[in-house]
């Protein structure tokens, strides 16, 4: 007996020790979980300081004016790019594809600015091409925008902008709205075929976009708070002589321009929205760069409970809650009243097609998608920029025949 009650005990405490163990390794396990997602939180709305290097230049012939980097998704796309090297303190403008083999990209140089190119630097591919107004060639106008930041002891900070003109007197402007962790010569892009068409362009800066003030805690709010900023753009703009406005937003700068046409006080000067590689739903988003990281699909969802939740902020340093539910796009499409533009490519490799699709798919009343099959994200203009010049240019001339020449007073 005392031999199975020993062996019976032994039994109860190794079940016993074997459940502590496992509730051990859950807890650790959810422990981890729950600190990868407030990490992945915080990094999300953390305007990053710097941007990686993450192409590395195999050989540089200055007879020929040509580069080679190594091949990677960003290095064998068609198009000119600009390229900034060795921690940004360089920059050259690189042009079309000369040859192509298994490690490197040779491709036509354009020009360095600054910085000199050699071997072994590394740097990274952007869509920019432009990196102020001078490059184009426009008269423009350096002015500042007057932004209510109810955090900061005064009444309002100001933020740097870039006024470019249309040829002639015009009333109508389109407002750009540059992505997360990039700044105003994202849209530059943008401005030629606006201009031809008439249109003003107001290229804006917004809180912690490393060019505007920063709100009191320095953190994006991916579009929640941001859209204010737009708003006090669109009151510059009335101020001079617009009466029609287009708002076109990058990557997150679409988000942000998806809740000023919804949220905006001048609403009634708003006549339609241009989305280039847009953010329409945050979390399809964070889904999308969890999996890309390889972490489990929790992970996401956590993270966008610690950005959504008022006690998140302890983690990530934010002053107010994200609603994600507003940012929601594809769930709010009937909300949705102005003519819309939708640019995006499938390998877009940051932000997913799905959200712009999905949009398109369900207000086909009033979206006019035009997907890219190669472009990567916020480069449609580069890889092809006569479609992509084409299709704004198209759109605005049917929006200009539905807007009315005399439009009444702003919301």
């Known amino acids: 007996m005392s031999d199975k009650s020993g062996s019976g005990s032994g039994v109860l405490r190794g079940v016993a020790m074997a459940g502590i163990a496992a509730s051990a390794v859950g807890i650790a396990t959810a422990t981890a979980g729950a600190v990868i997602a407030g ?17 590395t230049v195999l050989a540089v012939d200055e007879t020929a004016g ?15 790019y600009s390229f900034f090297f060795t921690g940004d303190t360089g920059h050259a403008r690189l042009g079309q594809l000369l040859a192509r083999d298994g490690a490197g990209v040779t ?13 072994r630097v590394k740097g990274r591919l952007s869509g920019w091409l432009y990196l102020s107004p001078q490059d184009l060639g426009f008269p423009f106008e350096n002015v500042t925008i007057p932004l209510d930041l109810p955090s900061r002891a005064v009444v309002s900070a100001l933020a740097p902008a870039w006024l470019i003109p249309a040829e002639e007197h015009s009333d109508r402007w389109v407002i750009q709205v540059h992505g997360r962790a990039v700044t105003r010569p994202e849209a530059l892009r ?13 290229l804006i800066s917004y809180r912690n976009d490393t060019e505007a003030p920063q709100s009191g805690d320095g953190r994006y709010s991916l579009g929640d708070t941001e859209w204010f900023d737009v708003d006090a753009a669109i009151d510059f703009a009335a101020g001079r002589g617009a009466r029609q406005v287009v708002l076109m937003g990058w ?15 001048h609403r009634g000067l708003l006549r339609g929205v241009v989305l280039e590689s847009p953010v329409i739903d945050w979390a399809d988003v964070v889904a999308f760069q969890g999996v890309a990281m390889g972490l489990p699909a929790v992970i996401a969802r956590l993270s966008m409970r610690v950005m959504g939740g008022r006690w998140g902020g302890l983690i990530t340093g934010q002053a107010f809650p994200i609603d994600f539910r507003r940012l929601d796009f594809v769930a709010r499409a009937d909300e ?15 932000v997913p097609v ?3 699709r999905a949009l398109a798919t369900s207000r086909t009343d009033i979206v006019t998608f035009v997907p890219f099959g190669v472009a990567r994200h916020t480069k449609l203009w580069n ?6 010049n084409a299709a704004i240019a198209t759109w605005l001339a049917k929006l200009s025949l539905r807007s009315p020449a005399s439009p009444g007073a702003a919301d």
């Open 354 to 356: 799905t959200g712009s």
């Open 107 to 119: 491709r036509r140089i354009l020009s360095v600015d600054y910085g000199a190119l050699a071997p």
């Open 190 to 202: 943008a401005v030629p075929v606006f201009r031809e068409a008439g249109y003003n362009s107001l």
């Open 251 to 265: 990557s997150m700068g679409g988000a942000i321009a998806l809740q000023a046409a919804t949220r905006s006080r």
């Open 336 to 350: 949705l009243e102005l003519p819309m533009l939708l640019l995006h490519s499938n390998d877009d490799g940051f």
């Open 383 to 388: 890889y092809d920029r006569d479609r992509w």
């Open 66 to 80: 040509t580069i080679t980097l190594e091949a990677n998704a960003d290095s064998v796309l068609p198009g000119e």
């Open 39 to 55: 990490v992945m939180a915080r990094t999300v709305v953390t305007p990053p300081r710097k941007r990686e290097d993450d192409t």
